[in-house]
């Protein structure tokens, strides 16, 4: 079965430093990965993506992501934190099946604080 | 903005009620979608339609009934709803077989059943 993990509830780090939001997932076929970013009463917005080529992949505002086939992990990392990057993380995966049906599986969600 | 306008933005309904949720996607998509945003649990994908038609239903109880007329519009039909319902629904669109997949969602609507 399909499935997402997103260890962490919440990550702290302070503005300036680097940041990593951690997510494994788990697919019968080859993964499309996504990380999306979630404000306070907004709806999600889409950040980056895996779907086949380099395994380092980059984003929007800075963010970049890993794809890791060996530890089935897409963690998202900044190099340098800013207060604005506070907010929920979610990270999503699609699968594509047979008879054109498809799965999306979304991440528990972690949010970020950045500390000034 | 992302191109994805949900109406209405806050809905509050009691349990005999019937109300329809509506989402247009203004980005020329071939793939809309219904999820649900509870507090404390992850995002349940409801609905998918593709090239208007349905390819995903998530065992979603029968009180909620979606419509895709056409590429643009997605609804979602709601009738007698129970509390659990409360929730945010957030509606997305993508353009699937291009490789893009990624999804752009609307702002959501807060659903609230008294």
């Known amino acids: 079965a399909q499935s997402v993990a997103q260890p962490e509830d919440q990550v702290n780090v302070a503005e300036g430093n680097p940041l990593t939001v951690k997510c494994t997932y788990s697919?019968?076929?080859?993964?499309?990965l996504f990380w999306y970013v979630q404000y306070p009463n907004r709806g999600l917005q889409f950040l980056l993506k895996?779907?086949?080529?380099?395994?380092l992949v980059k984003g929007s505002y800075g963010f970049e992501a890993e794809f890791n086939k060996s530890q089935t992990s897409f963690h998202l990392k900044k190099p340098s934190a800013l207060v604005s990057d506070s907010a929920l993380y979610f990270c999503?995966?699609?699968?594509?099946?047979?008879?054109?049906?498809?799965?999306?599986?979304f991440g528990t969600g972690t949010k970020l604080q950045v500390i000034p | 903005e992302t191109g994805v306008t949900q109406t209405p933005r806050h809905l509050v309904m009691g349990m005999t009620n019937k109300k329809s949720l509506k989402c247009e996607q203004h980005?020329?998509?071939?793939?809309m979608y219904w999820y649900k945003q509870s507090a404390k649990k992850p995002l349940e994908l409801m609905f998918v339609?593709?090239?208007?038609?349905?390819?995903e239903n998530n065992s979603v109880p029968s009180r909620f009934s979606p419509e895709c007329p056409n590429s643009s519009h997605l609804f979602l039909h709601l009738h007698t709803l129970q509390p659990e319902d409360s929730a945010l629904y957030l509606c997305?669109?993508?353009?699937?077989?291009?490789?893009?997949?990624?999804?752009?969602f609307g702002p959501g609507t807060r659903l609230t059943v008294t």
């Open positions: 997305a669109s993508s353009q699937d077989g291009t490789g893009h997949y990624e999804q752009y």
């Open positions: 697919v019968s076929g080859n993964p499309y």
């Open positions: 895996y779907i086949t080529g380099d395994n």
């Open positions: 999503a995966v699609r699968e594509f099946l047979s008879g054109g049906y498809q799965k999306v599986t």
């Open positions: 980005l020329g998509h071939n793939a």
């Open positions: 339609y593709s090239l208007e038609e349905r390819v």
